[in-house]
């Protein structure tokens, strides 16, 4: 149980261009999602929370028009990577938690690479 | 506001040697614990969790982390580790009351033959 996917798992982009990543949930219904961001040999760097049928809360310094996340069902979060950079190239990996529990269930992660 | 410390980013053992590694954390609320493990390039995998209740918990695969409040540790431990074990493991804190986690910076752990 705990199933969380990630869609695609790889993807290059020219610059400009805008990438959407899937999360879903496969087996439970996910109340709340997280996106992450991770360097190269760094920790995670949460950038979003979203809940299920509202907006989503941002962390300090991440801007909400380039990081679009739409969380519009209880097992679909999907991140939208506007106008990408290279910038922008890193290891997104999502997560999601139930209505009832405390732990957060971690997607795969999606390998965004920006030329 | 939460932290958390990993005390050592690498930690290269031989097989079947026992291992620990650190985490220390900091808040000024109640707290729950989790390690995650995380394979190269992959997502993280739930490894284990303190929630409340018996201060040493432990895994499907052999690993065990105690809970200790004066120390406000929360170490993870194997008596025998095996090549498989290689990979970056994650300690993390969320409060009691909240839903986001706070990472430490992560811990390599190599498994030598």
């Known amino acids: 149980g705990a199933v969380v996917s990630q869609h695609p798992s790889r993807v290059i982009c020219k610059s400009g261009t805008s990438v959407k990543i899937e999360c879903r949930s496969l087996?439970?219904?996910?109340?709340?999602m997280f996106w992450y961001r991770q360097f190269p040999k760094k920790s995670l760097m949460l950038m979003a929370t979203?809940?299920?049928?509202?907006?989503?809360?941002?962390e300090q310094g991440v801007e909400k028009d380039k990081f679009l996340i739409n969380h519009a069902s209880l097992t679909l979060s999907t991140l939208t990577v506007t106008s990408a950079h290279p910038e922008d190239s890193s290891f997104y990996i999502c997560?999601?938690?139930?209505?009832?529990?405390?732990?957060?269930?971690f997607g795969p992660g999606t390998r965004l690479l920006v030329l | 506001a939460q932290s958390v410390t990993q005390l050592d980013s690498q930690v290269p053992v031989f097989e079947e040697a026992p291992v620990e590694l650190r985490c220390n954390y900091s808040?000024?609320?109640?707290?729950?614990l989790f390690w995650y493990v995380q394979y190269p390039n992959q997502g993280l995998q739930l490894l284990l969790k303190?929630?409340?209740?018996?201060?040493l918990v432990e895994s499907i695969n052999g690993f065990e982390a105690e809970f200790n409040k004066s120390q406000t540790s929360f170490h993870l431990r194997k008596p025998s580790v095996h090549i498989s074990d290689t990979a970056e493991y994650f300690c993390?804190?969320?409060?009691?009351?909240?839903?986001?986690?706070?990472f430490g910076e992560g811990t390599q752990l190599t498994v030598n033959p």
């Open positions: 979203s809940n299920e049928g509202s907006k989503a809360t941002y």
């Open positions: 303190y929630l409340s209740g018996s201060t």
């Open positions: 993390a804190v969320s409060i009691t009351s909240g839903s986001r986690l706070t």
């Open positions: 997560s999601a938690r139930g209505r009832a529990g405390v732990a957060q269930y």
């Open positions: 087996d439970f219904q996910a109340t709340t």
């Open positions: 808040s000024s609320v109640s707290v729950y």
